[in-house]
Structure formats: C-alpha cells, structure tokens
T-cell receptor, first 114, second 111 residues
Framework: KAGVTQTPRYLIKTRGQQVTLSCSPI?????VSWYQQTPGQGLQFLFE???????NKGNFPGRFSGRQFSNSRSEMNVSTLELGDSALYLC?????????????FGPGTRLTVL | GQQLNQSPQSMFIQEGEDVSMNCTSS?????WLWYKQDPGEGPVLLIA?????ELTSNGRLTAQFGITRKDSFLNISASIPSDVGIYFC???????????FGKGTKLSVIP
C-alpha cells in the first residue's frame, strides 16, 4: 500500500508570494492533517480535514488555509509569504478520522521563503 | 492549549546500551503515539497506545501509557547505530482531533 505522498518536496519562494502544497493520503484514509515543523517551535498543528470538512484549526493566521477534495486529497495554501513561513510542512492521514486514531506522515514539503 | 513536556532533549549513548525517554502532560490524553524522524523525512509511527497502563512492544522498543493518563514512556533496548534520530511523543486529548507533539529527544549512538 502506498504511503502518504506530498508534492512538491522542495519549494523556494519570495516574500509576498503565495504557495499551494498538495497531499495524497493513504488509500482508504479519509482524515488529513497538516503540520508545520520548525527548529524553534517544533511540530505545530495547522488544521485537520475529514470528508471535505475542516474539523479543527490550529493557532495560525488566516494566511494559512486548506481544503480537502472528495477523493480525500488535500491542499494547503499560504498567501503573502513571510520569512518566518520557512519550514517543513507535513501532511498526515488517518483511516477513520477518529480522535484516537493513528496518523501516518508523508515526507513533507520543505518551503524556503527568501 | 495542551502541551507535552518531553525529556531528555538529547542523549548520547554507547551502542548496546538501553535508552529511556518520557513525556508528561498537565492534562489527560486518550491516545499516546511515539514517532521517529530521520533528517529530511516525515515522522514514522513506532508505537500507538490506547489504554491507561498499556504496555506495548515493537521489536526492541517498548512504550507504556501511564496510569494517570498524563504520561508515557519509551524504552529502546540494546541500541544500534540505526536508532539515531529524533523521537517524538504525541497525543490526542479527550475529544480532540488535534495531535499535540513533544519537542523531541535527539538520540545519538556511539559505535
């Protein structure tokens, strides 16, 4: 069974631009969560989607948004990029979307903002 | 919000030694997960714990769900060089879909 895939793996953008990252969950998984990982703050929750609905959102500004499609694939968008948005963005999928269920991570997208 | 305190932050051990790390929380968690992350990769799930007091093994790894539901422990026995990496604890609070992570324990194994 294929794991969680994320595209692109690496991205370089300049301040003020916007970016869209893509995540394909494990087949049969309906919940997708997004995390930002930085050396200073560690892994921080961005948002979680289940059946195309955002169920939970972390403490990030409105510049960070996401969506989920009917095939469970998800995208996240960051508008008006800032230098501090440079991070590894990780996507994780879960089978049932139950709050107690295991999450499996993709390899991440490394975003560098210049 | 919920926070997890993970310790130690880093460890240097000799190959063959056993390793222990732990995570504590000020609030109750319903699920504890332990992950390992190698440089440039996403975290890989090692062990999942669902019940207070549960003890689960995965090869040389053993993890426990604390009986107070506010802590969890991970032990690695007979460490080998490929155990090098960052280990994260993570958990779901009651009724939460948000996975909270500890800051990680960086493990270095000296051959």
């Amino acid at each position: 069974k294929a794991g969680v895939t994320q595209t692109p793996r690496y991205l370089i953008k300049t301040r003020g631009q916007q970016v869209t990252l893509s995540c394909s969950p494990i087949s049969g998984h309906r919940s997708v969560s997004w995390y930002q990982q930085t050396p200073g703050q560690g892994l921080q929750f961005l948002f979680e989607y289940f059946s195309e609905t955002q169920r939970n959102k972390g403490n990030f500004p409105g510049r960070f948004s996401g969506r989920q499609f009917s095939n469970s694939r998800s995208e996240m968008n960051v508008s008006t990029l800032e230098l501090g948005d440079s991070a590894l963005y990780l996507c994780a999928s879960s089978r049932l979307g139950d709050s107690a269920h295991e999450q499996f991570f993709g390899p991440g997208t490394r975003l560098t903002v210049l | 919000g919920q926070q997890l305190n993970q310790s130690p932050q880093s460890m240097f051990i000799q190959e063959g030694e056993d390793v222990s790390m732990n995570c504590t929380s000020s609030s109750i968690f319903n699920t504890w997960l332990w992950y390992k992350q190698d440089p440039g990769e996403g975290p890989v799930l090692l062990i999942a714990l669902y019940k207070a007091g549960e003890l689960t093994s995965n090869g040389r790894l053993t993890a426990q769900f604390g009986i107070t539901r506010k802590d969890s422990f991970l032990n690695i026995s007979a460490s080998i060089p490929s155990d090098v990496g960052i280990y994260f604890c993570a958990g779901f609070g009651a009724g939460s879909y948000q996975l909270t992570f500890g800051k990680g324990t960086k493990l270095s194994v000296i051959p």
